[in-house]
């Protein structure tokens, strides 16, 4: 997975579907996370805490398409810490890489296996 977005829009749209992730102790760690789907040039966020689910979607500059899932509070820190701009994240072996103009942050990804299955709203 890899994709480049404005960091003004990526930090609204994980603000965002963060507000679904729980920080509660004694839930699963993953449902701290937002899942990251990027497929067709759009990045799909998504957040929960199995009652409530958030899903944004963003038009971005996608080079690789992929998923995975980051903790939803560090990352959205992260985003909003970097200078005005084009963001590039990438998802390498072990990390997901966050970089704009001269800085660089590496987190570590949870299993995507792990996030819950949400599905269309009947």
Known sequence: ????????????ALATAGRGATNSTGTSPVLSGVRLDVADDILTITGTDLELTIKVSVPVGMEEPGSTVI?????????????????????????????????????RPMAVADFPSIGAPS
């Open 1 to 12: 997975m890899k994709f480049r977005c404005e960091r003004e829009i990526l930090a609204t």
């Open 71 to 107: 903790p939803a509070r560090l990352t959205a820190d992260i985003v909003k810490s970097l200078p005005a701009g084009s963001v590039d994240v990438e998802l390498t072996s072990d990390n997901v890489s966050i970089s704009a103009q001269r800085s660089q942050f590496a987190v």
